[in-house]
């Protein structure tokens, strides 16, 4: 093989060699999205920018897990990948008599990475309404099921009050409050000096941040969001987008990381 061909190989293999990829969320999800980046050639770099802090009710969520793990519940509904961190920080146990609906892909994928077992993940929408209107055909209709709900202290309760109308016996706990987490300095640095190739968004929460503590970002980093509601919020709040990853799923998100990498790579 010619040291042409070998060049183009490698690019193929590695479509993202060279490039450093700023990872904004930590955990499981965030370590395999970093493993996932490196082996298309990217060097990531993980930095948690939002976390989550203990709920103002601690015993309601301390209680409703304890009787998650008895059993008590037909259902645990699970809206956002940080809800899947308070779980797993509380070594949350969900019985095999337990099913686990998760809002969306990123959800679902943090809830696996964390050794938890998904049920349902809604087909068309990934949000708390796509869940709602798919539930009662996902279920064969069964009522009333016994629900436990997860949330977070500023999300709407749309899918509890939802199920609830439909005659459901739902528990709506709040799990955590999020919080935003100061990166380090030398990051912030290096953003603005234009040496990170690409920022990855994976949340409205995640958006606002980084536009707080890293905005503006320069016109040489990509910045990349994981669906459109989340480009959606991230416009709102006057952060750029350049690409938006068609679905809400991790690997969609790489996904269109790399076609945009290709896209600039041939300009």
Partial sequence: MTSNSAGKAEKADKPLAGWRVLVPRGGPWGD??????????????????????????????????????????????????????VLFSHQAVVPPTTK??????????????????????????????????????ATDGAIPLRILALRSAIAKPLLSVGLARIG???????????????????????????????????SG??????????????????????????AKDAGAIGLRVDAVADERTAESLIEVLVRAAEAKRSD
């Fill in 168 to 202: 459901h016996h739902v528990e709506a706990v709040v799990a955590y409050r999020t919080v935003g987490v100061p990166v380090e300095e030398s990051i912030v640095a290096e953003v603005a000096d234009g040496r990170f190739q690409a920022v990855l968004v994976t």
């Fill in 32 to 85: 395999r999205v970093a493993a996932n980046l490196r082996s298309r050639g990217a060097s990531p770099k993980v930095a948690p920018m939002i976390n989550f802090a203990p709920t103002d009710d601690a015993a309601a969520l301390e209680g409703a897990l304890q009787r998650l793990a008895a059993g008590e519940f037909d259902w645990l509904t699970v809206t956002s990948a940080t809800t899947v961190d």
């Fill in 205 to 230: 929460s995640v958006a606002e941040q980084v536009q707080n503590q890293l905005g503006p970002i320069p016109e040489s980093t990509l910045v990349v969001c994981i669906g459109p509601q989340t």
């Fill in 100 to 137: 686990v609906a998760a809002v969306g892909e990123t959800t679902a994928a943090a809830l696996v990475a964390a050794g938890y077992q998904v049920a349902l993940v809604p087909a068309e929408d990934n949000s708390a309404r796509g869940l709602l209107e798919e539930w009662t055909a």
